[in-house]
């Protein structure tokens, strides 16, 4: 009798918790079928690098058997300014499109809505989230010799407060499995650098309880703080791209002095700092250059592979705490990879940025492409939404109107940004002869100068013969 009066109570704790959730906190539940389950989530949480990679295996229920149309996905308040990147998938692994839904619809929170193209009583949605700077590095200085602490700072249950759930699971992974401390909520297991968490069951939405980790991860955190690259096209068969990259090391700050001493003795005890990065090219890249605001730097490698140029960059000093480098890395590629013709109507399809390195965090990527002179009907085609800037004119040699520039720039990039963006222009091929015209009609021109010039007699010989004879 007690046993069923528990479950009685459990059940109207849970369904109180549940219709707790009003229009009024959240506009959008008149939108949404409150008859969807969360019938099981299994979270995954990767902390292993600077990034928070979270990925969701939602299978979705209809407690009613009607069919799922479409479902939402909430990003807490807490985590949208940290949110990068979010994608979903189906059950057969095919891509979803997330809709942002309108400011204010969900509160402080963020809301996705994805729409699925078969319609059924169940369903399963695979969400993967990137989320940058969410690791918080304490303490937050350190000396040389001192390991890097960070703490995570999340939560432990689900959320989704529009919906049930009814059983959830949690595995984080970590970057060693040194840890401090950790959230203990029962069941918990902490087993070399992972700790998992649950299953819990029937959790009411309304909870919001703090997942805390603090451990050791000595991952490269480097930001790059301002990236411009510049793709300069030309139609005689070349695409030369330059880039200027701010870097700062945005771990824990050195405290103290450096020792050069100290370093060279025991690099293996400076676990923090950055010696060097891997950078990934095309494989057609050629003339690649790697210099800095004193010259060309020569302590990096270059290996060809079969589907990439690898560069492992090397910069004159390891990076610490707090540390910065500027550099600028630039190398030339065929145009007929990347530029497709049709006509008089020309397609570049060319990556917004490179791989710089892995688990990169990129805080402002501006992106200008230099188009040949005299281009029209200029129509920009990104992967994602980025700001247009206003465009410009840029002048070389030979150039009489200016070559048209189209910027645009794009904020908090991770490595899932790396997409082709699509550069559609009008280019008459009578174009093309113009500038080797001004060449000839120049050169024709100082010729015709020349002859006029030679067959000038400037002389005074003649007149002194004649002075003579009259004498």
Same mark, same amino acid.
């Given at each position: 009798m007690r046993l069923c009066l528990l479950v009685i109570g459990t059940l109207l704790l849970v369904g109180c918790s549940f219709s707790a959730v009003t229009s009024d906190q959240f506009p959008g539940l008149a939108n949404v079928d409150r008859g969807i389950e969360n019938?099981?989530?299994?979270?995954?949480?990767?902390?292993?690098?600077?990034?928070?990679? %979270?990925?969701?295996?939602?299978?979705?229920? =209809?407690?009613?058997? +009607?069919?799922?149309?479409?479902?939402?996905?909430?990003?807490?308040?807490?985590?949208?300014?940290?949110?990068? !990147?979010?994608?979903?998938?189906?059950?057969?692994?095919?891509?979803?499109?997330?809709t942002e839904d309108k400011p204010g619809t969900w509160g402080e929170h963020l809301g996705y809505t994805m729409t699925f193209s078969t319609n059924t009583p169940t369903?399963?949605? !695979?969400?993967?989230?990137?989320?940058?700077?969410?690791?918080?590095? =304490?303490?937050a200085r350190i000396t040389q010799s001192e390991r890097q602490l960070v703490k995570y700072h999340g939560h432990l249950y689900f959320f989704s407060p529009m919906y049930k759930t009814v059983t959830q699971k949690t595995t984080v992974h970590l970057a060693s499995k040194n840890v401090e401390s950790y959230t203990q909520v029962k069941p918990v297991i902490l087993s070399e650098n992972t700790v998992t968490y649950g299953p819990y069951e029937n959790v009411p939405s309304t909870s919001d309880e703090e997942m805390i980790i603090h451990y050791e991860n000595n991952s490269p955190f480097l930001t790059v703080t301002r990236l411009e690259r510049t793709i300069e096209i030309s139609h005689w068969g070349n695409i030369a791209v330059e880039e200027t990259i701010d870097i700062v090391h945005s771990g824990a700050e050195l405290k103290g002095s450096?020792?050069? !001493?100290?370093?060279?003795?025991?690099?293996?005890?400076? +676990?923090?700092?950055?010696k060097s990065y891997k950078t990934i090219l095309p494989a057609s890249a050629s003339g690649v250059y790697y210099r800095d605001t004193n010259g060309n730097i020569s302590t990096s490698n270059m290996k060809t592979l079969k589907d990439s140029v690898e560069l492992d960059l090397r910069p004159r000093f390891p990076l610490f705490g707090g540390w910065r480098t500027h550099y600028t890395l630039g190398y030339n590629v065929p145009s007929y990879e990347y530029l497709f013709r049709r006509g008089d109507d020309f397609l570049l399809k060319m990556?917004?940025?490179?791989?710089?390195?892995?688990?990169?965090? %990129?805080?402002?990527?501006?992106?200008?492409?230099? @188009?040949?002179?005299?281009?029209?009907?200029?129509?920009?085609?990104?992967?994602?939404?980025?700001?247009?800037?206003?465009?410009? @004119? =840029?002048?070389?040699?030979l150039d009489t109107i200016g070559r048209p520039v189209i910027s645009f720039t794009k904020k908090n990039l991770v490595e899932n940004h790396i997409h082709d963006?699509?550069?559609?222009?009008?280019?008459s091929t009578i174009s093309m002869l113009y500038e080797p015209a001004l060449v000839i009609g120049f050169l024709f021109v100082i010729f015709v100068a020349v002859i006029f010039m030679m067959r000038l007699d400037f002389s005074l010989t003649k007149e002194r013969e004649v002075h003579h004879h009259k004498d």
């Open positions: 019938k099981n989530v299994e979270r995954t949480i990767d902390i292993t690098s600077q990034l928070v990679k %979270i990925s969701y295996k939602i299978s979705l229920n =209809h407690a009613e058997k +009607q069919n799922i149309k479409s479902y939402t996905f909430l990003v807490r308040g807490s985590e949208r300014g940290y949110l990068a !990147y979010i994608s979903a998938k189906d059950s057969s692994k095919k891509e979803l499109k997330l369903q399963v949605v !695979y969400i993967e989230a990137v989320f940058t700077k969410a690791l918080i590095p =304490h303490p450096f020792s050069r !001493y100290d370093f060279q003795k025991d690099p293996r005890g400076a +676990q923090s700092a950055v990556r917004v940025v490179d791989h710089i390195y892995d688990d990169v965090i %990129i805080d402002e990527a501006v992106v200008k492409i230099i @188009l040949p002179e005299r281009c029209s009907n200029i129509k920009l085609i990104t992967p994602y939404s980025v700001t247009r800037l206003p465009d410009s @004119l =840029h002048y070389t040699y963006f699509n550069l559609k222009y009008n280019f």
